[in-house]
């Protein structure tokens, strides 16, 4: 399975809005998709409370992996734009 590293871009990191915004995305790609900071167990980016227990800020370097090459893609431009900006 592909993966990449990927920069957390939210502002409030990788909480509330950001995880549910990234857990629907993974959903709709109905592809498993594992995110985990660098060096830690990765955990299922399904799950935004799975996501929120991480406690990314903004900054962290993260892990994506997804089982294809367009779902990572997508995941990773997710994780690294900044989800609570209006």
């Known amino acids: 399975m592909p993966s990449t590293i990927a920069t957390v871009g939210s502002a409030v990191g990788l909480h509330a809005r950001p995880a549910t915004i990234i ?37 962290t370097k993260v892990v994506v992996t997804a089982e294809d090459q367009d779902t990572l893609d997508a995941i990773v431009t997710l994780v690294e734009t900044d989800l609570d900006a209006d």
């Open 23 to 59: 857990a629907e995305a993974v959903a709709e790609a109905g592809n498993p998709v594992t995110i985990g900071l660098e060096g830690g167990d990765p955990v299922d980016a399904g799950s935004a409370l799975m996501i929120m227990t991480l406690g990314a800020e903004k900054g």
